[in-house]
């Protein structure tokens, strides 16, 4: 008897793996590892009361059960699917998004990518304030900042944009 019902992650990495009969290759398509993938069909089977899945020649295979909670998905992911398609048929995106960057950096790029920006996307508004600072540790109220250096930040993705020197 089922547990409790089951979840929709659970469901999509079943859709993932029957896909690719592979614990590894599902885990790589949806950015987990396989011990993850291995965690969710475990709840998924338990929510569902049964075995979802069985070891083939081939890999994993969908059992009765796993071919319906399978069926389950694929409505899930279209679901999904035709949400995102309305969305970008119609609904406008309405945010700010609040840069911090050296003057030069302000001026050169980030001024005139605000301009395309608003142009494809005029409920998005850019606000740039210039810094001549090291990366803010807290962040508080940015969404990018700009920095020359190393930065040193806690909860935040870092990536190198470019070399700098100066003429």
């Not at 592979?22 to 949806?30: K, M, Q, V």
């Not at 979802?52 to 059960?65: F, I, M, V």
Request: aromatic fraction near 2%.
């Amino acid at each position: 008897m089922p547990s409790t019902s089951p979840s929709s992650d659970d469901l999509l990495v079943l859709l993932a793996v029957g896909r690719t009969g592979r614990f590894t290759t599902a885990a790589d398509s949806l950015g987990l590892n396989h011990t993850t993938v291995a965690r969710r069909i475990e709840s998924l089977e338990k929510a569902l009361g049964g075995r979802a899945l069985a070891r083939g020649s081939g890999g994993w295979e969908l059992t009765d059960l796993g071919r319906r909670a399978f069926a389950a998905a694929e409505q899930i992911e279209a679901a999904v699917r035709d949400l995102g398609a309305d969305a970008r048929d119609g609904v406008s995106i309405n945010d700010v998004v609040r840069i911090s960057a050296t003057d030069g950096f302000s001026a050169l790029l980030a001024a005139p990518a605000a301009v395309a920006v608003r142009t494809r996307h005029p409920g998005i508004g850019v606000e740039i304030v210039t810094a001549t600072r090291l990366a803010s540790h807290t962040r508080t109220g940015l969404d990018i900042e700009i920095v020359v250096g190393e930065p040193h930040v806690h909860r935040a993705e870092a990536m190198r944009l470019a070399d700098y020197r100066l003429p």
